[in-house]
């Protein structure tokens, strides 16, 4: 089994901060690319950051400038500090790693639950 707790959502004030954490764990042989996602309700969900094994990292448009994307390979975590939060930045949050089991086989992308991060203005 394998899975991804988020923690770190909440409510903020435009202009103020959060940050979040995603933990893996389980039977994992090795992480590749780890991220996080966003999605409104009834809309699909959109990309946030990701993060490569070799710390290559890519934003959306959305958290360009004023987010910044992290990872711990030896704790297997994945944080995202949001910074200058706008009421635009509301959604729930949901982080993501491809990951492959013990013993190696295929990679697959596993989800969190979502964690609801609400700005108001």
């Known amino acids: 089994q394998v899975q991804l707790v988020e923690s770190g959502g909440g409510l903020v004030q435009a202009g103020g901060s959060l940050g979040l954490s995603c933990l893996a764990s389980?039977?994992?042989?090795?992480?590749?690319?780890m991220g996080w996602y966003r999605q409104a309700p009834g809309k699909g969900r959109v990309l946030v950051a990701t993060?490569?094994?070799?710390?290559?990292?890519k934003y959306g448009d959305s958290g360009k400038g004023r987010f910044a994307i992290s990872r711990d390979d030896a704790k297997n975590t994945v944080a995202l500090q949001m910074n200058s939060l706008k009421p635009e930045d509301t959604d729930v949050y949901y982080c993501?790693?491809?990951?492959?089991?013990?013993?190696?086989?295929?990679?697959?992308?596993?989800w969190g639950q979502g964690t609801q991060v609400t700005v108001s203005s």
């Open positions: 993060i490569t094994s070799d710390n290559n990292k």
């Open positions: 389980g039977n994992i042989f090795s992480i590749d690319d």
């Open positions: 993501y790693a491809l990951i492959k089991k013990i013993p190696p086989g295929p990679q697959f992308r596993y």
